[in-house]
C-alpha cells in the first residue's frame, strides 16, 4: 500500500479527473465509476514505477479495463431494469469547463445515452479516441484488441453515434435563462402556457425510476403528450406544500432539483436548442446519492 508521499498516489491524485472522466464516459454512473477507480488505485499501488513510462497512458489503460469489465457484467444485469435507462447525473464543481465543447457534449445526458447503444469495446474506443485523443496503439492496450481492430471498432462507432446524435453547442445563457424561469414560474403559478409554446414538436421526456418511485415507463414523446404531463407535474407541485424546484446544473444542463420537505426526490434535466427538445426525469433514489458530491471533470 502507498504512503501519502508515495509518487504513486501523487501521479493518481493528479490525474484523477481525467481518469474519472473516463470511466464515466464508458459508464454513464458516477458510483460505478468511484469503484472502478478505487479497484484501479489498488492494482496501481503494486505497480514497480520504475516500469512506467508514462503514468497518464498507463493510468487511462488500467482505468479503462476496470471501467470495461464492470460495463460487461452490467450489461448481463440490464435485463432485470424496470423502465428506461438513463446515465447517473453529475453536479459539477468547475463550470468554467463547459467552454470546452468536446467535453461537454460527450457528458450531456443524450450523448450518454446514445454511447448506451455501443457494444462495450465500441463505446471504449469511441471515448479514447473522440474524446480523450489516445493513439490507436494505446487504445489497444486498453481494450486487448489489434491496432486493426481498433481502427474498424473506432470506425464503426463513430458513425453510430454520428448517425444518431446531432452536434452539440454551448447553451445560450439567455434562452436558459428563460427556460428555467418559465419553469419556476410555472410552478409558482400553475401557469404553463408559456413553457409549452417551449417545446419542440417531438420533444421527448423519459423518466428512470428503476422501479423504485412513481415514473412514466416508457418514454413520452410530443409535444402535447409532453404538455399534458407537464400540466399534471405543475398542478401536483402547486398543490403539495413542502414540494419545491431548484434550479441546478447537471452534466453542463440546465436542470431542476425535486424536493418535498428535506427529501431530495428528482432531477429533471432539460436539453434545448432553440426549443425543449428532451426532458430527462431522474427518480431512482439510487443515482440521486452521488449527485450531492460535486465533480471535476477534464481531459487532460
Known amino acids: 500500500m502507498t504512503s501519502p508521499q508515495d509518487p504513486r498516489a501523487e501521479h493518481f491524485t493528479y490525474l484523477r479527473p481525467l481518469l474519472f472522466t473516463i470511466a464515466y464516459e464508458i459508464l454513464g454512473s458516477a ?14 499501488a503494486d505497480v514497480d514505477l520504475s516500469t512506467v513510462r508514462d503514468s497518464k497512458s498507463y493510468l487511462s489503460q488500467l482505468v479503462t479495463r476496470e471501467a470495461l469489465n464492470a460495463l460487461r457484467a452490467r450489461t448481463r444485469r440490464r435485463e432485470q431494469y424496470v423502465g428506461p435507462w438513463l446515465p447517473e447525473p453529475l453536479q459539477l464543481d468547475d463550470t468554467d469547463a463547459a467552454s470546452d465543447v468536446v467535453l461537454a457534449e460527450s457528458v450531456s445526458i443524450a450523448m450518454l445515452v446514445v454511447l448506451e447503444t455501443l ?3 465500441e463505446r471504449a474506443v469511441f471515448v479514447l479516441r473522440e474524446v480523450f485523443d489516445f493513439d490507436h496503439d494505446e487504445i489497444a492496450g486498453a481494450v486487448g484488441k489489434s491496432v486493426a481492430a481498433v481502427r474498424q471498432l473506432a470506425h464503426r462507432a463513430r458513425g453510430h453515434v454520428h448517425a444518431r446524435r446531432r452536434r452539440f453547442g454551448p447553451a445560450d445563457g439567455a434562452w436558459t435563462t ?87 426526490e428528482g432531477l429533471l434535466l432539460i436539453e434545448c436548442d432553440g426549443h425543449i427538445t428532451n426532458l430527462y426525469g431522474v427518480r431512482n433514489p439510487d443515482k440521486l446519492t452521488a449527485f450531492s458530491v460535486p465533480r471535476t471533470l477534464s481531459r487532460q
Not at 415514473?215 to 407537464?230: E, H, Q, S, T, Y
Request: charged share 25%; aromatic share 8%; net charge neutral.
Open 119 to 121: 457494444t462495450p469495446d
Open 178 to 264: 428563460q427556460v428555467t424561469d418559465q419553469f419556476l414560474r410555472a410552478a409558482r403559478t400553475g401557469e404553463v402556457e408559456g413553457l409549452v409554446s417551449m417545446l419542440a414538436p417531438d420533444v421527448t421526456f423519459t423518466a428512470d425510476s428503476g422501479g423504485k418511485a412513481t415514473a412514466a415507463r416508457r418514454p413520452i414523446v410530443g409535444d402535447r403528450k409532453v404538455a399534458a404531463l407537464l400540466r399534471k407535474f405543475f398542478h401536483f407541485v402547486g398543490h403539495t406544500p413542502d414540494a419545491r424546484l431548484e434550479v441546478t446544473t447537471c452534466n453542463f444542463m440546465p436542470a431542476l432539483a425535486i424536493h418535498r420537505g428535506n427529501a431530495f
Open 31 to 44: 458510483t460505478e465509476s468511484d469503484d472502478v477507480l478505487q479497484d484501479s488505485y489498488l492494482r496501481w
